[in-house]
């Protein structure tokens, strides 16, 4: 086992050269997590009801809070035990502003360190991190999902690309990937239909999507074409 800790150790350091530096660039500003219970529709009912002036919170003031909790959210899928933080506060986020595809998208991307963490430890000889890849990838493709319900296909806009350029990258390594993470191809076949309707939306506002849009359909073509042949 203390092998095993140690290979994994020597693979992460391998891979987070870049944490200091994205720590550095995001976490520019301190921020109280019970600043987010201030926020919430609860408490300004209780603190109305008391006489309270913090119902009166500017629209500035709460876009700055939520601006510096996702740059926690994002930092901390860079470093596993801290996942059920940022999925403590992306959920939070998700009660405040849950018209917005952002928390729903930062839960997503920590589900997916997690797998591409679950994988590293596989890699690592680790035999009990395969059963987990699956169900933590599901959980982060339900997350996307609810991020591209909030997007619009039909009037796509440049705040909606991370979204849909973000799904059909996720689509794409889950089919370069199926037979190792033990997915199914039915499965993973109908996230790359949802990921070729996000992503050909993505080209109308930026063509730089091209290649991802031939990706997904090439992976599409090839799962329609087994599942062709054994029927």
Same mark, same amino acid.
């Given at each position: 086992?203390?092998?095993?800790?140690?290979?994994?150790?020597?693979?992460?350091?391998?891979?987070s050269?870049?944490?200091?530096?994205?720590?550095?660039?995001?976490?520019?500003?301190?921020?109280?997590?019970?600043?987010?219970?201030?926020?919430? !529709? @609860?408490?300004?009912?209780?603190?109305? $009801?008391?006489?309270?002036?913090?119902?009166?919170?500017?629209?500035? =003031? +709460?876009?700055?809070?939520?601006?510096?909790?996702?740059?926690v959210?994002?930092?901390?899928?860079?470093?596993?035990?801290?996942?059920?933080?940022?999925?403590?506060?992306?959920?939070?986020?998700?009660e405040?502003?849950?018209?917005?595809?952002y928390?729903?998208?930062?839960?997503?991307?920590?589900h997916?360190?997690?797998?591409?963490?679950?994988?590293?430890?596989?890699?690592?000889e680790?035999?009990? !991190? @395969?059963?987990?890849?699956?169900?933590? $990838?599901?959980?982060?493709?339900?997350?996307?999902?609810?991020?591209? =319900? +909030?997007?619009?296909?039909?009037?796509?806009?440049?705040?909606?690309?991370?979204?849909?350029?973000?799904?059909?990258?996720?689509s794409?390594?889950?089919?370069?990937?199926?037979?190792?993470m033990k997915?199914?191809?039915?499965?993973?076949?109908?996230?790359?239909?949802?990921?070729?309707?996000?992503?050909?939306?993505?080209?109308?506002?930026?063509?730089?999507?091209?290649?991802?849009?031939l990706?997904?359909l090439?992976?599409?073509?090839?799962?329609?074409?087994?599942?062709?042949?054994?029927?």
């Amino acid at each position: 086992m203390a092998v095993l800790e140690i290979k994994v150790c020597l693979n992460l350091q391998d891979q987070s050269q870049n944490v200091d530096t994205e720590i550095k660039q995001n976490m520019t500003m301190p921020v109280n997590l019970n600043e987010l219970d201030h926020l919430s !529709a @609860r408490h300004n009912a209780v603190m109305q $009801f008391l006489g309270g002036d913090e119902t009166g919170q500017t629209y500035n =003031k +709460r876009k700055l809070l939520i601006r510096k909790s996702m740059a926690v959210v994002d930092v901390t899928r860079y470093i596993p035990f801290l996942h059920s933080l940022g999925l403590k506060i992306a959920g939070r986020l998700q009660e405040l502003e849950g018209k917005t595809a952002y928390p729903f998208l930062m839960e997503a991307r920590i589900h997916m360190a997690a797998v591409r963490f679950l994988m590293l430890r596989m890699q690592s000889e680790d035999n009990t !991190a @395969r059963v987990a890849i699956a169900p933590t $990838f599901n959980k982060a493709i339900v997350a996307y999902r609810k991020a591209l =319900k +909030r997007t619009s296909f039909s009037d796509p806009h440049r705040s909606d690309l991370p979204v849909m350029g973000e799904f059909a990258q996720v689509s794409n390594f889950a089919f370069q990937n199926r037979e190792l993470m033990k997915l199914s191809n039915d499965g993973v076949l109908d996230n790359l239909r949802l990921a070729k309707k996000a992503v050909d939306a993505a080209v109308i506002v930026n063509r730089h999507y091209g290649r991802l849009q031939l990706k997904i359909l090439n992976a599409i073509n090839i799962l329609e074409t087994k599942k062709l042949g054994a029927s």
